[in-house]
C-alpha cells in the first residue's frame, strides 16, 4: 500500500484555503489546513506533513517566520510559498530559509501541479538516499538510525 503525500495548507484567506484543498484532493494528495500561522505551526510539529503550501503573509504571523521556526525545530517537511507579494528580495530571502519554491497569485494550476510534483519527487528521492542501519552503543540496547 502506497501511502499518499501530506499536504498542510496554511493561508488566512478561507477562500484560497478551499481552492488549494479542492485542487490537492483532486490530484490524490492528503491534505490538512490551517487558517493561522499558529494552528499552522501546531499542525507542522504534529502531522509532519511531506509539503507546507504557506502565505507569506499571514494574519498573527509571517510564513518566514513560521518557516523560520519550523527549521529550527528540526523539521524536515518542504516548504512552497504561495504569496501575492512579487519582490524579488522577498523570494530570495524565503529561499534562503529552505524554501523549496515560490509561486505569486494569481496561481497558474497548472505550475502549482509541476511545482507540488517535482518538490515531492526531490523529498522522495531525498528519502531514498537514506538507510536503515542498526547500532549498537556500549553498554546499551541496538537502536535503530536514519543516516544518509
Known sequence: MTLMPRILIIDDHSPIVGLLKK??????YEVETALS????????????PDLVLVDLK??????????????????????VFITGN??????VEAMKCGASDYLTKPLDLDELRRVITSVLEERAQGASNRKLILVYPKQAAPRLALTE
Do not use: H, P, Q, Y
Not at 37 to 48: H, S
Not at 86 to 91: F, Q, S
Open 23 to 28: 485542487f490537492c484532493i483532486a490530484e490524490n
Open 37 to 48: 500561522g499558529a494552528v499552522g505551526l501546531r499542525l507542522v510539529r504534529e502531522t509532519l
Open 58 to 79: 499571514l494574519g498573527d504571523m509571517s510564513g518566514l517566520d513560521l518557516l523560520r521556526t519550523a527549521k529550527a525545530e528540526g523539521c524536515t517537511s518542504r516548504f
Open 86 to 91: 512579487a519582490e524579488v528580495r522577498t523570494a
